[in-house]
Every structure is written in structure tokens, then in C-alpha cells.
């Protein structure tokens, strides 16, 4: 079904862009026989080795040549990149054409109501995008992307398996040594035990070298001891302040607001930091501490499972001989964790853009076609990849991803068909995928829409409220956590708490209907 707008109607407005404008946007370019260049955003710090140019060079020429088109790079990067996100989209930039999003973190349904994207007839995505309308249609996926005005918003990659739920990553030759059979650690709460063991046998070392505003000290243990879930729809600056139940699925609630678990996840906190867990200053630390995990100088780091297959185990294991790099997801506990929506990842075209129609056969190309996909994707055979004889994708001598990494980022259009195993894949793979299949359940809201109109402010409030305690709560810095955290509710109730979670039952509620 389409999104419900919880709302009198959809703002077709941005900057003064209405929708006569929007309609004017969509005429094609000057027909000279020059290629027309086509800007992607993407999300990430762009690379700066020169092989993402070298690339582009290749891929123009077989984008010229099968579209009369060319693809530039535009890159929002990663510092205050939420910020920068939103500001970009909104600009009224005509130089941004295509341009990467998701409805559970990228705000796709609030950016489409504002009138950043383009809406996307059934004729114009046959005509021009082909090969992706029929995938997406033929798995009847196109529901997924639209308002209640019946309009298509943004292309979902649908046809892509992934994870990218969060854990830790660690040392399996030292968890050995601190006593867990096989290295493998299968509770939050014994990395305690993990971590001094580090403490007090690798003193060059942190236990966990983190840095900045990371959550994970609290996400990971309360998400293992709950069977509570992110609201994704909802944030607040960097936080998420709802969460739905299994148990109780049609209301809302928060887990930083009812509960015991916070409180116990602050105080395993401050044991780590007791014991020397991270380093003194880790909130205002900037340092790459993944390098720091890839030099024997970090017990731990934290990221998803993508990332453990992709890139992690390959490295860790070139780089720290016999290190045997484990992973431990949050939920594994109690199998709390949930698949990627299918517009985890997703395409739209901006509002903004003059060659609409010549954005959409450029994607085409990059989704559906082999050589286009593996330049985007892969690089340049030789140079950033080679084909191994029994056909993964390997890497030539000498290649460090750390430093040699393409970095194009094409995150809204990856397909399982072109994708090729990589030799570098962590060998535990399917053992992964397999054990997070048997326990993982599908997002039940990724058809619900809020309209968070009316409670922006509050949720800035309440933002501004978690940005203060959450900080000094992960990283175990309040000598007397209980009275934090009952600070810090209080503050929420004072920033409109109720009001907000008032806002979203109802709409939750209409939803449920």
C-alpha cells in the first residue's frame, strides 16, 4: 500500500518550489550530441588515491557510448553529515541529479514530502529505466515508494542481500587466552572479562579504542536484554528515542524512558571505564581507531556485519597474523535484531534536476549492466580488481583497502546477480548469514509514515536533552549513574517527551487500522 500521510496534505513546497516548478525541471537537455552529465550524491569522505577519476574515465566512455551520458561523483561527507544531507536536498542545487537515499536513515519520506525528489511516472521509469522497472515491478516492490498521492519517489534496491545490523568486532586469539572456548564471546557483559583481560596482557593497548558520540555501549547490551527495536522513522539529532516491543507491537515507548536496562547498561559502562576500557579523552578523540584494531593496538571495534565480511576479517587477518577476528552482534542474546528494509538503500532523482529522463537511463545502466556495474563497484580490472580462476573477485599484489579502497559508494542499486564473491569475504560468511536468517525478523513498519510536523521541535528538545547525558552515560563518566538517568527523564518530560510520544501512538494507531 501506499504511505499514509498522517497530515492535511503532502508540502509540495521547497524554497518556493512548487509544483509548477517541479514540472518545468523535467524537460530534457539541449540535443547537441555533447554526453550529458549526470551528478550522483552519494554518501561518504571522498577518496583521494586517484583511482575513483581513473575509474569515472572508463566508466564515461561506456556510459557515452550506451547513453550519451556521463557520471560525476557529488559527496556529502561523513562530518555532520546529517546535517549536510538535508541542506544539500533542500538547496534548490539543479547541479545534483541523482541522488542516494533510504527511508530508515536517510530520510527519504520526509525529503519526499518537502518536494526534493522527483515524482516518477510508471512511463517515464518503462521508458527510461527499463530493466529496473521490471525487476522491481515484477517483485511488486514499487509500493514501497510511494506517498498517499499514488506517486513513485524513489527506486528501492530490493535486490541486494545484507546486513547491517551492529556489533563488536574482536580478537578470537586473545578472547581465547582470557578464557572463552574457542574465542568466541556469545554475552555482552563478558567483554568485562575480555577487556581486562587485554588490560592486564596487552598494556600497549586499549581494550576498546572508540572515539567520539558511539552508542554502542548502550545499544548493544540493552538491545540483548530487551525485545525492544528502534522506531527507525524517528530521531533526534543522533539519537533514536523510541523503540517499538515484539511483545506489544502497537506501542510506542522508549527504553531511554521505562525500564531498568539503561541503567544497568550505564553501569556496566562505568566498569569499563574503571577499568581503562578506552582511552580518557575517547568523546573528543578524532583518531582512526579502526587502524588502531588493525595494528594490534585496540582489542575491539564496532560496526556491522557488512563490514566484518567485507572488510574486517581479510585485513585483520593479513595485518595481525593468527588474530582469528570474531564477531558478536547486539541481540544475539535473545535474537533481537531484524532484517534491512528493502529501501535501506534506495535512489531517488532531485526535483532540481534538468536531465530527469537521461538520470534515469544512467542508473539503468549502473543497476542492470555488467560493465557499468563492476567499474561503479569494482574498479578497474587489473588495477583495483582481478577475477580469480574460479571467478571471485580478488586483488592485485600490494592492495590495501585501507589505502587502495575505490570509495565510489554506490549504496541505492547493487544487485545480487552482479555481484561477485570476493576472496577476501570473511570464510565464516554463511555460517553469518545463516545464523542471523534463522533469528531475524522483517521491520514491521517500514509502510508507516509520521508526520512529525507538529513534533520537530520537541524532538530538537529532546535531542539536545540525550546529546548531554547519553555522551557521559556511554563512556561511564557520571560517578552516580541512577541519578543521571533520572535527570535526565526529567529533562525529556521538560522537553515535551509525552507530548511526542502522544504525536506518534496516534499515528501509529491510524496506521495499525
Known sequence: MARKLFKAGAALVVLGLGATALAGCTGPADDDGTPTEITMLVLGDKPTNGRLEAMLDKLNERLTEEANATLDLFYVEWADWQTQYNLQLLS??????LITTATDWLFAWENAEKGAFLPLTEEMLQEHAPKTWEQVDADGHWDLTKLDDGQIYFIPEDNFTQYTNHGFFYRGDWATQAGFENGDITKFEDFTTYFQWVKDNVPEAYPWDVAGDNQAALQGYMQGRTDLQNLQQVSSG????????????ETVTSWFMEGDEL???????K???DIGVWREDALNYDGDTREEFYAGLSGADQHHTQTFIGQIYDNMSKKQEGSDPKFFYWGQENGNVFKDILTHGAMA????????????EVYDLLRNDEESYRLLNYGIEGTDYVITDDGKLGYPDGYDSSTDALGSNFWAGRMDELELTKVTDAPTTKEIYAGLDAVAEDYPYSTLLLNKDAIDPTLAAMGGVLSQYLPQLEYGKFDDPAAAIAEMRQALLDAGYEDARASIQADIDAWAE
Do not use: C, I, R, T
Not at 534548490?92 to 541529479?97: A, H, R
Not at 533514536?240 to 506489544?248: G, I, L, T, W
Not at 541503567?263 to 559502562?269: D, K, P, Q, T, W
Open 263 to 269: 541503567l544497568e547498561a550505564a553501569e556496566l559502562a
Open 271 to 273: 566498569e569499563w571505564n
Open 238 to 249: 543522533n539519537y533514536y528515542p523510541f523503540q517499538m516491543s515484539a511483545s506489544d507491537p
Open 92 to 97: 534548490g542545487d539543479s547541479n545534483v541529479d
Open 349 to 360: 532523482v532531485s526535483a532540481n534536476s534538468q536531465n530527469p529522463e537521461k538520470a534515469l
